[in-house]
C-alpha cells in the first residue's frame, strides 16, 4: 500500500465514478481500475460495488475511508513541513522583544514583513532580555531583538539600527524651557524602571549615576513610567521610538546634549540552520527605520 492508491481511493469516493475520478488524477481510467482491484486484493475486502453507471462505496470503504483520508492528510503535512524547512524564508518565525521595544516597533514593521516575507509566520514573544536569551539557548525562539550585547560563543548578534535616547519632562518642569538638555541634569528626580529592564541601566548610565534619585518608584512598564513622568512626578529618559506614546500623554520632549542612546541588535544561535530568515528579518527592520536615529535625537520624531 502506498500513499497514491489511497489518493485513488479517495477520489473515486468522492465522485463515485472512475472515469471523473481518473480525470481528477490525472491517470487514465483503465490504470485507476487495476490500481483498486489491487487496493481491494491487498486489504482482502471490496471498497466499492460497481455497475455499468455507477459506482459506490462499501460498507467496508465507509469504515476505512477515515483512516485513509487521516493518512494522506498526515503525509501532506510531513512534506509541507520539509518543503518550509528546506526555505528558510517560509515557516514559523519565533521572534523575541524586548518590552520597551516591543510597542513601539512592531506596528511599524509587521507590514513590511509581511510583504517582504509573505511565506514567513511571525510569532513575537515579548519579555525582558534574560529571559529572552534563555528561550534562545533553550531553542524556544528562533531570535531576538534587543538592546544589549550578547556573552558567550553560542550566540551572535548584528546591529540594526541606532535608537537615540529623549528627555522626558513635565510640561511645567523647568528643564521644558531649555531647547537641549544635558543628561545629567535630570538626576535630582530622575524615574526608571523596576530591575530586569536593560533601560534601567541605561538610564542611569547615561546620566552618571549608579542609582536612581528620584524617590522609590521603580516601574514595571515604559508606559507606567511615561503615566508618573506626564502626572508631574519625575523626569526620564525615554528610547526614541517611544516619543509618539511620550507625546500622547502631554509630555515634554527634548533632545540630549551628549546624544545618548542605544543600539537595537537582532540576536540568534550561533549555530541556527535559518540565518538566512533572521538576516532576512533583520533586514526589513533596519530598512524600515533608516534614517530614524537623526530624527529621535533632534527630537522631530
Not at 249 to 254: D, E, F, K, S
Request: overall charge negative; charged content about 20%.
Amino acid at each position: 500500500m502506498n500513499l497514491r492508491d489511497l489518493r485513488y481511493l479517495l477520489a473515486v469516493a468522492e465522485h463515485e465514478h472512475f472515469g471523473r475520478a481518473a480525470r481528477a488524477c490525472g491517470i487514465s481510467q483503465p490504470t485507476l481500475s487495476v490500481q483498486i482491484r489491487k487496493l481491494e486484493e491487498l486489504m482482502g475486502v471490496a471498497l466499492f460495488e460497481r455497475t455499468s453507471k455507477t459506482v459506490a462505496p462499501t460498507f467496508a470503504c465507509q469504515q476505512l475511508i477515515g483512516h485513509a483520508r487521516a493518512a494522506v492528510t498526515a503525509t501532506e503535512a510531513i512534506l509541507a513541513t520539509a518543503r518550509n524547512l528546506r526555505d528558510p524564508l517560509a515557516g514559523r518565525f519565533r521572534l523575541g522583544i524586548i518590552p520597551t521595544l516591543a510597542p513601539y516597533l512592531l506596528p511599524l514593521v509587521f507590514a513590511p514583513l509581511r510583504e517582504a516575507l509573505p511565506a514567513l509566520e511571525l510569532e513575537p514573544w515579548e519579555d525582558q532580555t534574560s529571559a529572552l536569551l534563555g528561550r534562545l539557548r533553550a531553542h524556544e525562539l528562533d531570535a531576538a531583538l534587543l538592546a544589549t550585547e550578547v556573552d558567550g560563543p553560542d550566540l551572535v548578534s548584528q546591529p540594526l539600527f541606532a535608537e537615540p535616547f529623549l528627555a522626558a519632562l513635565p510640561p511645567d518642569h523647568p528643564l521644558a524651557a531649555c531647547e537641549v538638555v544635558a543628561e545629567t541634569d535630570l538626576t535630582r528626580d530622575m524615574l526608571v524602571l523596576a530591575d530586569g529592564h536593560c533601560l534601567r541601566e541605561q538610564t542611569m548610565e547615561a546620566c552618571g549615576q549608579s542609582e536612581a534619585l528620584g524617590g522609590t518608584l521603580r516601574a514595571a512598564s515604559l508606559p507606567t513610567l511615561l503615566n508618573m513622568v506626564a502626572a508631574g512626578y519625575g523626569t526620564t529618559l525615554i528610547p526614541g521610538l517611544a516619543a509618539g506614546a511620550a507625546l500622547d500623554a502631554g509630555i515634554v520632549l527634548r533632545p540630549l546634549a551628549a546624544r545618548a542612546g542605544r543600539t537595537v541588535r537582532i540576536a540568534w544561535r550561533a549555530h541556527f540552520p535559518r540565518r538566512p530568515a533572521v538576516e532576512a528579518v533583520g533586514e526589513v527592520i533596519a530598512n524600515r527605520l533608516r534614517g530614524f536615529a537623526e530624527g529621535a535625537a533632534a527630537g522631530t520624531v
